[in-house]
């Protein structure tokens, strides 16, 4: 009698455990599916922002970052109060060799927008600077905002006639 409630006690641990895998294969796409569209809907949620004039910047902070470009970027060059100061900071991340390699099809691009939203003129020392940033997002597990696997940044001096 202890056999046969055994086998099947051991039976129903078996059929568990197959139906928990079935759920978790099935699950595990339609999260990550979920996940990319909340990636597009925050940064159309972004380009709509901007077009209201409310701006872009209240949309991008710190802890988005990935943490392979917290390597290379710390939270003080994030942070800037002057224009001067932004330059400079934006001059240390334009220098910053990391390239981020996307095995990923569901990154967006800032580069995708409408509008170059990022992209600005800065004067110093009466010199003219054209500063054009590019944000690449992708989605992050258990989170509705994306992470920010990757800041470029332009700087070209222009010349003033």
Known sequence: MMDIMRYYRIKRIKFIIKILIIVFILVFPVTYLMYTLCVENYVSEIEYTYEDGEGV?????????SHKLKKHIKKDDFEFSTPEERLEKLEKIEAVD????????????????????????YEKDGV??????????????????????????????????
Not at 57 to 65: C, H, K, V
Not at 98 to 111: A, L, P, R, T
């Open 57 to 65: 910047r209240g949309y991008i902070d710190y802890s988005m970052f």
């Open 128 to 161: 003219m600077y054209h500063i054009d940033e590019e944000f690449i997002f992708a989605p992050k597990w258990f989170s509705l905002k994306p992470k920010i696997v990757d800041w470029n940044v332009t700087i070209h001096q222009c010349s003033v006639e």
């Open 98 to 121: 990391y390239e981020y390699k996307s095995n990923n099809k569901y990154v967006v691009s800032s580069g995708s927008f409408r509008y170059d939203y990022f992209d600005e003129i």
